[in-house]
């Protein structure tokens, strides 16, 4: 497993967790992992809060390790958008009071949604629909704001065709559009997106939900995906310490190394009044002097900026002996009107 989060992370195939067949066969009150599940509250402990699909119904609803907690909400039929059911709709869910409540305190949210989506909407049109829940989380959200706070998963394989995609060609095209997208879109909307191994060997009989034999894949994914995040944000945060006094500090350094690099870097000319900014512009061009750019003329004077020493010479090299005035502006002229 790869511990770094990029805007796109896999993980490898897992067998069968013993954890998590203890999660799902043993009673909470009686097995040896109650404190991985309830009745011990660890408020110090960063939270992740999980909103998923149909897909996310066996998983524990909270789980604790020595490092975070993860709480889960699995809702069946979820989407990311639903104009019918707001119950079924992620971006009503976002700002409800009992989603509200995990977003607010949560270190990171990880969405596993979009199977029913891309069996009912077109991927463009569902990716627009993510990115309206992007920008609605970091509205509402101050800690919601970072690339690694907000997560995504690929959309699982389905061959369970609906009425949009009345087969498994047109449904399987759909949910590679999405995923291709929701790529693209993670770099351009700056969060990240997971991929969970699940192949379509792994389905159930109905085509579209995972078969018992391997929950484990996604469980085990998840809880190497917070295991990731945990030491990727706790890297992020060793390496910022600074007080506002040594960023004031640094940042000035900064600016007076760039401020004397300008300096350094620069060439003033007095010129005649006929000279315009475009004049000149074209002249520079003309006698094949290379710049970083111009200020306005204020007084006469032209300010030109280099990139570096090496342009400055160049210049002065020619225009040392050239004075900008009504003389040279109409040799310029003469010269550029007969070439014409």
Not at 330 to 335: I, M
Request: net charge positive; proline share 4%.
């Amino acid at each position: 497993m790869n511990s770094g989060i990029s805007h796109s992370t896999s993980f490898n195939q897992q067998p069968m967790s013993n954890l998590y067949d203890q999660c799902l066969t043993r009673p909470i009150e009686n097995g040896p992992n109650k404190k991985l599940h309830e009745g011990i509250s660890s408020p110090e402990l960063p939270m992740f809060f999980l909103l998923t699909d149909s897909h996310g119904k066996y998983l524990p609803p909270v789980f604790y390790t020595s490092s975070y907690k993860i709480i889960i909400k699995p809702i069946s039929g979820l989407q990311w958008n639903n104009q019918y059911d707001k119950s079924l709709c992620a971006k009503s869910l976002i700002l409800s009071q009992s989603i509200s409540s995990n977003l607010s305190s949560c270190a990171g949210v990880l969405f596993l949604i979009g199977t029913n989506s891309v069996r009912n909407t077109s991927a463009p049109r569902i990716i627009e629909q993510v990115e309206d829940i992007i920008d609605l989380i970091r509205r509402n959200y101050s800690n919601l704001q970072q690339k690694l706070a907000i997560s995504i998963t690929s959309v699982f394989p389905c061959v369970k065709p609906s009425k949009m995609f009345p087969s498994i060609a047109s449904l399987s095209s759909n949910i590679n559009s999405y995923n291709s997208l929701l790529q693209n879109s993670s770099i351009q909307k700056n969060f990240s997106m997971v991929h969970i191994p699940i192949s379509i060997n792994h389905l159930n009989n109905d085509g579209m939900h995972i078969c018992y034999p391997y929950r484990s894949i996604l469980w085990e994914s998840i809880h190497q995906y917070c295991d990731a995040l945990i030491i990727k944000k706790s890297t992020v945060i060793r390496a910022l310490p600074r007080s506002r006094a040594a960023m004031s500090k640094r940042n000035k350094k900064q600016h007076e190394k760039l401020n004397q690099k300008r300096k350094n870097c620069s060439l003033i000319k007095y010129i005649d009044n006929i000279w315009t900014l475009k004049n000149l512009k074209a002249y520079l061009k003309y006698k094949q002097i290379k710049y970083g750019h111009l200020l306005e003329i204020r007084r006469n004077k032209l300010h030109l900026y280099f990139n570096n020493m090496i342009q400055k010479q160049q210049a002065e090299r020619i225009l040392n002996f050239i004075y900008l005035n009504t003389n040279t502006f109409s040799d310029w002229c003469h010269t550029s009107t007969n070439k014409l």
